[in-house]
């Protein structure tokens, strides 16, 4: 029976335990060493991935990654695999050496070669700088347009109250006119009324002639 992969630990600094080599031996690289250089010689993963389907929930990552069209390799092994191995409870509270060596033999043991999980690893990562690069892109179009929006509604807003301020004013000076008017012309009613009872006070004991917005009388007045 195959053993699981958290079986196969592996030592952290294995050269610390064996004899001191010859100078001419060069020292063995260690497990971090190794997986830094496997890094470095992997090729770029291309131009930014282009997104075949929409995304419907942002939040999900897995449907970014699909989007992307990033699948796993014939072997099973990615990048996410290797995270959750990572914070298992087999290796997770391991010396960060061991559980790189662990790894490592996990995917020597199902033939996973290092290099296709750094070009998961880079591909997801590319694949997340490009999605957000679409989202701020998307954000800086919806802000340019709203802000336009906001402009134009503002003009009109200022039109609007120009306007009303303007017919406001209009109709105050139209009643401003119009008292003027009606002023004068009651200073002359009563230049009227005061002549008509001069007139009629001849004729009269008690004056029927009202000056100024008194009510007439009731009754007619009794000639003298």
Known sequence: MSKKWYNLFVSVDESSHRPEESEATPPTPSAAQTVADIARSVNPVGPPPTFAGTVANPTSFAEIYAAAEIHPPTHGFTIEKVGDMLHSEHIRNLPRDVKKSSIL????????????????????????????????????????????????????????LADHKARIQANNEQVAKEKERFFAWRLKKQEEEQKIADSVSYFVTENPITGGNAAPPAQPPKPQ
Do not use: C, W
Request: no cysteine; aromatic share 2%.
């Open 105 to 160: 033999l996990a995917l020597e043991s199902v033939g996973a070669p290092v290099q296709d999980i750094v070009q998961d690893a880079m591909k997801r990562d590319q694949a997340l700088d490009t999605f957000e690069s679409v989202q701020e892109r998307a954000l800086n179009q919806l802000e340019a347009q709203k802000t336009q929006e906001n402009q134009e509604i503002q003009a009109e807003i200022d039109r609007l």
